[in-house]
């Protein structure tokens, strides 16, 4: 019988599964704050539960950023406990448009982008309430900015961008284009700009803005995430263990079993069964587009067999 962990944990390891990672980890965090938040009500020790929810929320005075700045990240991965909408809504908005982006560009691409999102709108708070007066003149007004609001808008964004006439069928409207279901959303955030909530509208707008650069640049073959990617692959490496890779001669197998473990191109070469579905598994993982000029040829030929 399988437990909840489990079916987690195997909700988490499917392949081309970023979408659902992210999903998981806003919901994860938001389910062990929201813990730590009754039980430290509970025995009188509110601070913990401070102190823990400070560590992923950025501060507005610079000041104070210096001192917890990796929350220009992990401020996009919890939530307000004021009203479930703030985290609902956000997932919800992140899976529409999250699917439609991995359906085209792979969920390597996504999680870049939420990371991406995530650090633009957080310097454009922080950019917006050290330079500029009217916010400077409120800066004591709040505690700081946590949500996966400029992240999601970066990915809404740049889906709009990319697929401007896609469309998702809304009740009572019908089929509708998401460059004007994001253009509404914009249009918002900058009204709310300069009101009770200006700081996460103005983070809104910044991850906006990163989105709509991300989706122009891809269209002319350049990733501006690839050093996400990289970050996170050599963050990866002081916990997971590389196998030793070990080489040994084979004598040449028979006719009939080497049919069975090789796809064989129009010219002749002979690919492994094993390299036509690392290809199929980075396809899943990062697009088409992430393949070199060998990887489409080896693929285009072993179509043709």
Request: net charge positive; hydrophobic share 45%; charged share 15%.
């Amino acid at each position: 019988m399988h437990s909840i962990l489990d079916d987690f944990k195997n909700a988490w390891n499917k392949p081309n599964n970023g979408l659902a990672q992210l999903i998981i980890i806003n919901v994860a965090v938001f389910v062990v704050l929201g813990v730590i938040s009754v039980f430290s009500t509970l025995a009188g020790t509110d601070s913990i539960f401070t102190f823990v929810y400070r560590q992923f929320t950025i501060p507005a005075p610079i000041g104070e950023f210096i001192t917890r700045p990796w929350t220009i990240i992990t401020y996009a991965f919890a939530h307000s406990f004021g009203t479930l909408w703030h985290i609902i809504m956000n997932m919800l908005v992140l899976y529409w448009f999250g699917r439609v982006f991995v359906d085209f560009l792979g969920s390597q691409k996504l999680i870049n982008l939420y990371v991406m999102g995530a650090i633009a709108g957080g310097l454009t708070y922080l950019l917006a309430y050290n330079l500029i007066p009217f916010y400077s003149d409120r800066i004591n007004l709040f505690d700081g900015m946590v949500g996966a609001s400029a992240a999601v808008y970066a990915i809404s964004v740049a889906t709009a961008t990319y697929w401007p006439n896609h469309q998702f069928y809304l009740l009572f409207f019908g089929p509708v284009k998401i460059k004007y279901l994001v253009a509404v959303y914009l249009f918002f955030s900058f009204l709310g700009s300069v009101g009770s909530n200006a700081g996460g509208n103005l983070a809104h707008l910044g991850g906006a803005l990163i989105g709509f650069l991300y989706a122009r640049q891809l269209s002319k073959g350049i990733e501006m995430g690839t050093w996400v990617f990289k970050t996170m692959e050599f963050i990866k490496s002081f916990f997971v263990k590389r196998p030793k890779i070990k080489v040994s001669h084979r004598q040449q197998e028979t006719k009939k079993s080497s049919s069975k473990a090789s796809a064989t191109t129009t010219a002749g070469t002979t690919y492994s069964q094993a390299e036509i579905d690392k290809i199929l598994d980075k396809i899943s993982e990062r697009g088409y587009d992430s393949l070199t000029k060998d990887e489409k040829e080896k693929l285009f030929n072993a179509s043709k067999k």
